[in-house]
């Protein structure tokens, strides 16, 4: 029998309770020609007996035999997948019935490029709308946003898995940022592209990872460096202080004053494109970008204090903010 074009790599870890429903969205999709390479990593739940009774030709499990570790058990999974290309999948997750038919198309289309994401909706514990995960599409604009942030949810990763093993070495172990260690070590060498529609439902948890980070100073310090190291390499000429204090940031801390964050945004734009053009939706991503920031800024009262550090620092971008224009709305109630 040839070989899948595709692996859906799925690693469980006491993943009982929506591991299921994970399964079965792979199984529905309308792209057929995949398997589903499901690693149960020492699970104490019913997490194996769920994968047992699953009964589809294209479903192999493994198990290992003790607790190893996500990164381990994703290298395991590169090693025994079949399919030039690897689809994540988190056991907890759901991937729309289209996903793969139009991550392998774009993949297929552009050879080039061994790494495509796409959007995600936000889900909680019952499956209930909370929000959409927005990426920036582009090459340019993706490369951008992994100076802040992941620029994907890892569940909606497909990658060339020859790529990322031969050229790459897999995954490293980094305390909360495994993903956004491999993708900017890709970005280095690639384009890395994003679907702007959502093919995953991301199921929301009490700590995401970066939000995990700032109650875990070694994770902090693992998002932090990997931050720094992708800035410096995609706005050569950045100044380090500048770059320390826009990772700090979107690992968790604040800065001094908001004056200076927009201060080292500035610097950082600046490096990012020089030599290069202004990818299309520059601005969105801003946009999107400063919303994200402002949110989690109100958590703390300091709400107002980061809009008005914004206005000083880029006047011009304000009225193109729909976010903050309806909020002004909103505020004129």
């Not at 990997?226 to 700090?248: D, F, K, S």
Request: charged share 25%; glycine share 10%; with cysteine.
């Amino acid at each position: 029998m040839n070989d899948p074009a595709v692996t859906v790599l799925l690693p469980v870890f006491n993943g009982g309770r929506y591991l299921r429903a994970a399964v079965e969205s792979i199984l529905r999709q309308r792209f057929c020609d995949f398997e589903v390479l499901a690693i149960d990593d020492g699970s104490t739940d019913g997490s194996p007996d769920e994968l047992a009774s699953v009964r589809d030709s294209r479903v192999r499990v493994l198990r290992n035999e003790r607790n190893l570790g996500l990164v381990a058990t994703l290298n395991r999974g590169l090693a025994e997948a079949r399919g030039e290309w690897i689809a994540r999948q988190d056991a907890d997750d759901l991937s729309a019935p289209g996903r793969l038919a139009a991550q392998i198309a774009v993949a297929r289309g552009n050879p080039a490029v061994p790494l495509i994401g796409a959007d995600a909706w936000l889900v909680d514990d019952a499956g209930r709308y909370r929000g959409r995960w927005r990426t920036g599409g582009h090459a340019d604009l993706v490369a951008w946003d992994m100076c802040f942030r992941a620029p994907f949810a890892h569940g909606s990763a497909l990658f060339r898995r020859s790529i990322v093993t031969e050229r790459f070495g897999g995954y490293r172990e980094r305390p909360a940022c495994e993903d956004m260690d491999l993708w900017t070590r890709v970005a280095a060498e690639f384009p890395v592209i994003s679907l702007r529609r959502p093919l995953v439902k991301y199921r929301l948890h009490g700590a995401s990872i970066m939000a995990g980070a700032t109650a875990d100073p070694e994770r902090t310090s693992a998002v932090r460096d990997v931050l720094i190291r992708h800035m410096e390499r995609v706005a050569p000429g950045t100044g380090a202080q500048e770059c320390g204090l826009i990772a700090e940031v979107w690992s968790g801390g604040m800065p001094g004053g908001w004056d200076r964050y927009f201060e080292a945004l500035k610097a950082l734009e600046l490096g990012f494109l020089r030599g290069r053009r202004s990818p299309p939706g520059f601005a969105r991503i801003l946009g999107e970008q400063h919303y994200a920031l402002y949110c989690r800024v109100c958590r703390t009262g300091g709400g107002g204090q980061f809009l008005r550090a914004l206005a000083r620092a880029d006047a011009a971008l304000l009225p193109r903010l729909p976010w903050l224009r309806m909020l002004a709305a909103s505020l004129r109630k």
